[in-house]
């Protein structure tokens, strides 16, 4: 059973850094694009960027050039860096694995994680 947990959640001020984990047991998690999403209150599930299989990232126009996508195969954990972060990046923070697509569209998306709450105060 695919398991994703996240981690690395908090409160931070504005214009600071999270690096946000992503932990997967029971998938071959070498194989998968994972992908980061968020929820913010009263919003819709947001796209954040996706890395493929061999590393290849692909970021919503929101957050390119302030977050970063990476993994570690070998550790089966994939990593969110978020810098110069804003009030609006207030929200629960996903991972999510898909077995067949290296896709934005959460319906793509076969595994979820629980989500972490990131705060940012202004």
């Known amino acids: 059973q695919v398991q994703l947990a996240e981690s690395g959640g908090g409160l931070v001020q504005a214009g600071g850094s999270l690096r946000l984990s992503c932990a997967a047991s029971?998938?071959?998690?070498?194989?998968?694009?994972m992908g980061w999403f968020r929820q913010a209150p009263e919003k819709e599930r947001e796209f954040l960027g996706v890395a493929s299989w061999n590393g290849g990232t692909y970021y919503a126009d929101s957050v390119k050039g302030r977050f970063t996508i990476s993994r570690d195969n070998a550790k089966n954990i994939m990593y969110l860096e978020m810098n110069s972060l804003e009030p609006e990046d207030t929200a629960v923070y996903y991972c999510?694995?898909?077995?067949?697509?290296?896709?934005?569209?959460?319906?793509?998306?076969?595994?979820w994680g629980q989500g972490t709450q990131v705060t940012v105060s202004s």
């Open positions: 999510a694995t898909s077995l067949r697509y290296f896709s934005s569209s959460s319906a793509q998306y076969d595994y």
């Open positions: 029971g998938c071959t998690f070498s194989s998968y694009s």
